[in-house]
């Protein structure tokens, strides 16, 4: 059973639809990233599957329930979400940050219990950040700051982690820093993640599968050396590059020579 | 708020510690206004004599009927009106999460304010009708500003935006009275200002179910403020119902300001001041905020009307002016040291 589906989802904010008909579905133990020019529908899609959208259409199941009639705090026992660029208050310590991700498995009855304090402290290792705990989050750099994120999420012990774009605003070394992070989340302990990405390197260096959109659908999904193409680079990106296949990884690399010519290119 | 909340430094590693002990001085400040308020007055009576006579009860003593009947209630009004708010303040500002949200932004003050002059100036002779009246306008004006702001849930900006429009609209409102009635301005303007001035046991059975309520309310929000202080979408992820929990802790924020406001006048500065005199110290922790803010929120109150009501004895002054006076210019140097 996939672990998260999307039927026919028709996406919008009132008026025209920003992306119809997306089915895709989210194996256990996956990368799967979400790929597509700028205005896509890429994050839409994101929010929608993480609850911070309202499909027009179409249903979305997590372990075969659908989201809408699922109690917030059981999904949020399964699945933790990252959106982009989040902000927290300007005193908060990484600790507390982190301790807010066990929000979920909290109630008004029972506080902190000792559980709680041992997912937090494992998050915090895991994220490298375990002598951080007591720093306000203001005094961490942006690579440090986007992994006291991720250990929020962590805290909260889903079996799914859903990001929109992670790597924002950093420089390339955190950008792998976090990617090497999520990959090693993922081999290491199984979580399912599912992440939008706008740079087509680093998802056909990290994702399992790729789902790419263009203009609000589907075009292509599937492994990284069946969605990065030439033809493909051209005609949903607009940009003619070379893409060859790493002997090593089998994974595509790609060489960006310039612009597309205009009538190559569909646009997006 | 946001990133740019400013804190005064403090030791890290001792944050709970710290954050307790302002705490227990704004207990303490909070006790002290109390006693302070009890003690002086046209009769002077000292702290021992205080604790003898709140002891023996309602004797025939004049010092005994001047705490019983006159000080005693008159100064739980206002600990209890600072304390619903500050609190009031404190909640709307951590649920809209904007740093300038108070009871008057969400245009409640201006309800209560415009259904308190049309008794005061129209009906005078229905004068001990003003505070239930003016409870059910504030609520019909925060009743109102949620109707507006409603589009497919509570957005805090909208709100904020729904507030300011209605509060213009009723203070117009409250202005074109004053002006069509201008020789019965006075004791509408005493309640504009707003004081405590007669308040009696009468005014402290109606506002006291509210603090109770209200308040074990809003530290039981505490934690779901916080969560809520990371943006709608985390809050989410988190598996909290953002839309529900703004509702709810909105309205919280309202019942609590509407029966302040009701008793003692459009009061203003506490709902929107001291809850950030107790950020700057504290931090933006809505667990220790909120119990702080009620606190200094009583302590600032009591004893703003004590000096309102002694400095120019026996001229009574309204506690806004006092407190607006001094808390003003004392928060823009904590302001200026953070």
């Not at chain 1, 089915?23 to 929010?47: A, D, F, W, Y």
């Not at chain 2, 002290?32 to 007055?41: E, Q, R, T, W, Y």
């Not at chain 2, 009576?45 to 209630?73: F, Y």
């Not at chain 2, 600072?82 to 500002?93: E, M, S, Y």
Request: charged letters at 15%; glycine letters at 10%.
């Amino acid at each position: 059973m996939p672990l998260l589906e999307a039927k026919d989802l028709s996406l919008g904010f009132g008026g025209k639809p920003v992306a119809e008909h997306v089915n895709l579905c989210v194996r256990p133990g996956e990368i799967l990233t979400i790929l597509g020019p700028n205005g896509s529908g890429k994050s839409t899609v994101l929010k929608a599957l993480s609850r911070n959208l309202k499909p027009l259409n179409g249903v979305v199941y997590l372990a075969g329930r659908d989201l809408r009639k699922t109690d917030g705090r059981d999904i949020a026992r399964q699945m933790a979400v990252l959106p982009q660029s989040p902000r927290a208050p300007g005193d908060i310590t990484v600790q507390e940050l982190v301790t807010c991700g066990r929000y979920p498995h909290q109630n008004w009855w029972r506080g902190s219990a000792p559980e709680d304090r041992k997912m937090v402290s494992w998050a915090l290792q895991q994220t490298g950040l375990a002598e951080y705990a007591e720093r306000p989050l203001t005094s961490l750099s942006g690579g440090e700051r986007q992994r006291a994120w991720i250990a929020l999420a962590l805290a909260q012990n889903p079996h799914i982690l859903l990001l929109d774009e992670p790597t924002t605003h950093l420089d390339i070394s955190h950008q792998l820093e976090v990617l090497e992070l999520l990959a090693e989340m993922n081999r290491r302990h199984g979580l399912t993640v599912v992440m939008v990405l706008h740079e087509v390197g680093q998802a056909a260096k990290y994702a399992d599968r790729i789902v790419l959109l263009q203009q609000g659908r589907i075009v292509a999904a599937g492994p990284p050396r069946e969605v990065i193409s030439e033809e493909t680079l051209r005609t949903v990106f607009g940009v003619e590059a070379e893409v060859w296949l790493d002997d090593v990884t089998n994974r595509p690399v790609l060489l960006v020579r310039g612009l597309a010519k205009k009538a190559d290119a569909a646009g997006g | 708020m946001d990133g740019n909340t400013t804190v005064i430094a403090f030791p890290l590693r001792n944050r709970t510690c710290w954050r307790l002990t302002v705490c227990v001085v704004f207990a303490l400040f909070a006790g002290g206004a109390l006693l302070i308020s009890l003690g002086i007055g046209s009769v002077a009576v000292s702290p021992e004599e205080i604790l003898r006579i709140l002891r023996a009860g309602l004797t025939a003593d004049a010092k005994s009927q001047v705490i019983w009947n006159i000080r005693l209630p008159r100064t739980l009004v206002g600990a209890l009106v600072g304390v619903n708010l500050a609190l009031a303040g404190a909640i709307l500002q951590g649920v809209l999460k904007n740093p300038l949200a108070d009871p008057h932004i969400l245009g409640i003050s201006s309800g209560a304010g415009l259904a308190g002059v049309v008794i005061l100036v129209l009906y005078p002779h229905l004068e001990m009708l003003v505070t239930p009246v003016a409870f059910c306008g504030a609520m019909a004006a925060a009743v109102l500003i949620y109707l507006l702001a409603w589009k497919n849930g509570i957005q805090p900006v909208r709100i904020i935006l729904a507030g300011v429009a209605v509060s213009a609209l009723l203070g117009a409102g409250i202005s074109g009275l004053l002006v069509f009635y201008s020789d019965r301005v006075h004791g509408a303007l005493m309640w504009l200002v707003g004081g405590l001035a007669a308040r009696s046991w009468p005014h402290l059975q109606l506002i006291l179910p509210y603090t109770v309520v209200g308040g074990l309310l809003g530290v039981l929000g505490a934690g779901r403020l916080n969560i809520m202080a990371l943006g709608d979408d985390i809050a989410r992820g988190l598996g909290m119902h953002v839309e529900k929990t703004r509702l709810l802790l909105t309205a919280v924020a309202a019942l609590l300001a509407a029966s302040a406001v009701s008793v003692a006048g459009l009061l203003g500065f506490v709902g929107l001041i001291v809850p950030h005199m107790a950020r700057v110290l504290l931090g933006s922790d809505h667990r220790f905020l909120l119990p702080a803010s009620a606190l200094l929120g009583a302590g600032v109150l009591t004893l703003s009307d004590t000096l309102a009501r002694t400095i120019f004895s026996p001229v009574e002054l309204p506690a806004g002016i006092i407190m607006a006076a001094f808390g003003a210019p004392f928060f823009l140097f904590l302001l200026r040291r953070a």
